[in-house]
């Protein structure tokens, strides 16, 4: 319980730094909630209106900050004082899986946001979907929502999904930044092992290496890379990541064991130009 | 083509003089040198190639050497240092150029036409309009004057066999008792250049125009306001020694000045300047094959600036003092083209968009003791600041420095002395100096520059200290009324020496680059160089002169500096009567043994050429025509020299006829 409470303050954090840097200030009493994100789904039951919103506007495959918003229907009143937590679901053609997914958390005490990330391994296709389902507690009753949601594939590689030489099955994530800049980046990148088809807790004492390249560009790299670690278990991986211009850039990676072995990827050399393990995005 | 222009004589007039200026009993001796490019009037009569370019006039003196990359814009190197260390001014005004590969030094957007001298100035005697090391050149426009009502036209046309240039200008001056006005324009069209044995090098051609006006209006008897502007546009230029062309080098000049010469005051003469620059470049590889990935990069300069500079004398003190300040904003993009048309294409800030802005001061005390000796102080002190005013380049340059600030301020000082003797058959001097300098925009901020000569990119550095430089130098001169002899010296130890050096970590971002340099200061560096220069009087028509020059640098560990001069030697043989005019010279360098590999040089063999012009001027009603042909590398030889970039040949043999007719 309590590491996923540390991956949601991280989480937290980070979107808080990275899209209101003003909110922190207690003196301003109004605070744009939806500054920065947009709602993109609504689910309803026979009480309320279930709000979803995202920085995007919708879902991709990968991680995913996903905030959401409870109506009643009717009283029109947002709740702020439910407990929450969700399960997504794939609904493959021979079977269902889950996926990593963290708690869902009240962003601010008075605010009306109830706040989690999930990471869509695999992106939905014309016969396998993926749903959500919303459970609720207030005053003491339980709630529930489900719906369908829209998956779509991400056109840059932002999640990985692999056996590790130990034989573990891992996912490794993107989720920040949002949005690159030619500059040393704060790169957070989720990491999670895959326990059983429904169960993928954060992969602890880990560390990620990153190499950027421009491989339209003779796949030149970057200086002053610092590998993703974790400041306290059950966080988010934070490093560095430098870009030192626009374009295409393929940051390939290396999974470390807390031991020190690879478990995945491959260093860059002159003849290998790209690692198994990699993110990929444009800007 | 014109080929009887060429035959029709052979006689000549290479002849720009490293005069200096005579001294009279009361005036302080120059020692600096002026190479007289040549007055509006004495133009035709004085030159022989009187429409070569402004680099081919410099490279005459001893101090300086060129820098090639191409037919078109070289590089002057003062003392053997490029343009970091050197201060080049038009008539006082700091210009910058605007690509980050120097493919647009100062010299390139002025035309020798434009121009009445150049004056030199080695060493800290340069430092009157701002920081340098190595020393200053300060070209100086035609100055009109105000006289009788009088018109000047003129007409200039001249070709060269070798690149098949084309030059045509046209020279327009007005003068009255109130108001002057001076214009010039000139064009120049030039196709690729053949080395020697015909061997064409490829993207030589280049293409320009420019035109210079100046207008000086008579205010009150002592007073005058002057405004000037210079437009210079050159396109299509090609760099065979670079990946890359040029496209557009575009400038505009302009400076408001004021001048009073008050009468029966200690102060003789007192000029103010204000001057706005502007400078585009734009490189262009779409010309060339193979291109593996194509880029933009271009690149732009703005320079505001005054200087107030004013002469006084009390007794016998000459002083000269000059406020000067200048702000500059330089900026260079590249954006590169990946081959896929899908993908986005990729962009930095290779100069984010740099402010430098300096305030300094500088003053001359010229303390004649008697009418053959004296002794110069010199002093400036100046405040430099550096701010990165883009965040996305500071953003960038902070992958390499996290600390790094986006400003950063710096004190810079300069101080000289200098005594001399002067007799008639003898003369001597000495002097020592101190100077400091700021790092260039490259060397403080630039981003992955692409460095063709030794196939690193580069990437600057912004915590660089000043570079500091003490100097000695030296000459002594034995002369009589038909020969004369001049050794002279400078020795440059400098301090904290700024140079890019390989950091085996980085890897390189340019397709192909051995790797990554970061600009670093070595411990010390040293620069001597000794020159003699001789002339004899065989005849009172008939002149020998010959210069020498040996040059040595090293750095701290014992490693040969770039761009380091082989011995060099230069011999002519000048004759004059009346309309005439000849000059036949050979020019030669000595192998260049030590050169520097870690800075891409290699051994370059030694070579020597021979040219050979010939001058008649004559009347022909209404017109008074100065007529000048001639031959360059008459021999055809196939040759490269020391500071020649990635090795290009120089030009083969080149015929050349210049004409101005004059009105």
Redesign the interface.
Known sequence: MKRIYNIMATAATALLLSLTSCSSSSDSPVVDELANISKFQEMTNDTHVIELYSHLGGLQQGYNEISIRIKDKTTGNYIKNASVTWQPLMHMNMMTHACPYSEVEKVTPSGTLYEGYIVFQMAQNATEYWDLQINYTIDGTDYTAKDVIDVPASTDRRVNSFTGTDGVKYIVAYAEPHHP????NDIIVGIFKMQDMMHFPVADGYSLEIDPR?P???N?????NVAATQTAPGELYIGKM???????WKINLKLISPEGTVLKGESITDTVTESSLYFDF?? | MKIHFIIAALISGLYSQAQEVSNDSLKPKELKEIIVIGKKVPLAEKQSKTLSSIDEYLQKSIKIGMIKRGAYAWEPIINSMPTERTLITIDGMRIFGACTDKMDPITSYVEVSNLSEATICSGQEGACYGSTIGGSVDLKRNQNKFDQQKWDISLNSGFESNNRQKIIGTSVTYADSLLYFDTDFMYRNAGDYKAGNDKEVLFSQFKKINFSGTSGLKLAANQLLEASVIYDKATNVGYPALPMDVSLAEALITSLKWQYVPKNSMVKDWETKVYFNTITHKMDDTHRPNVPIHMDMPGWSKTFGYYSKAKAVLGQHHFLANLNAFYNQSKAEMTMYPQNPNEAPMFMYTWPDVRTFYQGIFIEDDYVFNCHSGIKFTAAAGQHSNKVASEFGLESLQIFYPEMKAQKNRFLKSLAINYHLDKPRFSYGFGLGYGERAPSVSEGYGFYLYNSFDNFDQVGNPNLKNEKSLEGNAFIELKNDKASLKLSSSYFHINDYIIAKPNATLVPMTLGANGVKVYTAVSYAVIWNAGLTTTYKLTPELKWNAQLLYTYGKDAQDVNLPFISPLSYTAGLAFRKNSYSAELTLQGNATQTRYSPSYGEDRTPDYAVINLGVGYNFKWNPCSVGLRVGVENALDTYYTTYSDWNNIPRMGRNFYADIIFKL
Do not use: C, I
Not at chain 1, 181 to 184: D, F, L, R
Not at chain 1, 220 to 224: I, K, L, Q, R
Not at chain 1, 242 to 248: A, D, P, Q, R
């Open positions: 800049k030619v500059a040393v421009m339209s560009m003779g030149h790299g970057s200086p002053n430098s870009l030192t211009m626009t374009g295409y444009e800007f």
